[in-house]
């Protein structure tokens, strides 16, 4: 459940400068995940820092390095796996300086585990908790504009057995800008047939990019922050279920836009 470590973008929404606090932009900071194969994947988030590079004296950067934490982060251990099929979790939405952004830093705590068929077990982050988990940005930010970001893990990837029954956390994370990015919707409907629950993985992907999701109770599904483009859609329906997996070719993802693909129907084997 996290997705790959890819792009960085931004949200360029343009408001009246004056209305905004000086020499300021608002950023917005948003976490989902891909599927993975655990009972529960526990990020325990602490803060989150950008670094800025402007020619003001930053109040905020007490080390002198560049280095400010975005303030109002909410804080708190995160069950990655309950960000699936379109959910997300704000983690901060607040007024940062402006400047050249080149990374931004997610710090984790030390509450991270991972369950698996029900035995709970530490994840380490050493890295993570000592200097945090850097991401490139490489934006300027503009006063008076707002930046929106998501931050997609994928947790199969991220989560790494060192053999000896440990487990450590090397977090793979696609990072987009939602206003310049697309967005996949569907419903997974299954033949009348099938009376149980059945969970699909819904993937969608290209040359350059991998994003998946499952799907909610209802069949539904949402693939967010898609660079534009042109992917193949794969549905997998769970082990067991007795249903075929359901391909299609060339789903149009255009910026700023929800391409929505409606019902689609599974058959069985």
Request: net charge negative; hydrophobic share 40%; proline share 3%.
């Amino acid at each position: 459940m996290i997705a790959v470590f890819i792009s960085a973008g931004l949200i360029g929404c343009s408001e009246d400068d004056s209305s905004a606090p000086n020499g300021t932009a608002n950023l917005s900071v948003r976490m989902t995940d891909a599927p993975g194969d655990y009972d529960a994947v526990l990020i325990d988030v602490q803060d989150i820092e950008i670094h800025v590079e402007t020619e003001a004296e930053l109040e905020e950067d007490v080390d002198g390095d560049g280095w400010i934490s975005v303030g109002n982060v909410e804080t708190g251990v995160y069950d990655l796996l309950e960000l699936t099929g379109g959910v997300s979790q704000v983690l901060a939405n607040t007024e940062v300086p402006a400047g050249y952004v080149s990374q931004m830093r997610l710090i984790l705590g030390s509450e991270n585990s991972v369950v698996i068929n029900g035995d709970t077990k530490p994840l380490n982050t050493p890295s993570a908790q000592q200097s945090g988990l850097k991401l490139e940005l490489n934006q300027q930010f503009e006063a008076g504009e707002s930046y929106a970001f998501l931050l997609d893990f994928d947790v199969d990837k991220s989560v790494v057995t060192t053999g000896n029954d440990t487990y450590n956390l090397k977090p793979v994370i696609r990072v987009s800008a939602e206003a310049n990015a697309g967005a996949v919707i569907g419903t997974v409907a299954l033949p009348a047939e099938v009376e149980l629950d059945v969970q699909s993985l819904v993937v969608l992907s290209n040359d350059n990019v991998t994003i998946s999701a499952y799907t909610d109770a209802n069949g539904n599904f949402s693939l967010n922050g898609v660079p534009a483009g042109t992917y193949s859609l794969e549905i997998i329906p769970e082990a067991g279920a007795g249903l075929q997996t359901y391909t299609q070719a060339d789903v149009v993802v255009e910026e700023n836009s929800t391409t929505d693909l409606g019902e689609i129907d599974l058959v069985l084997l």
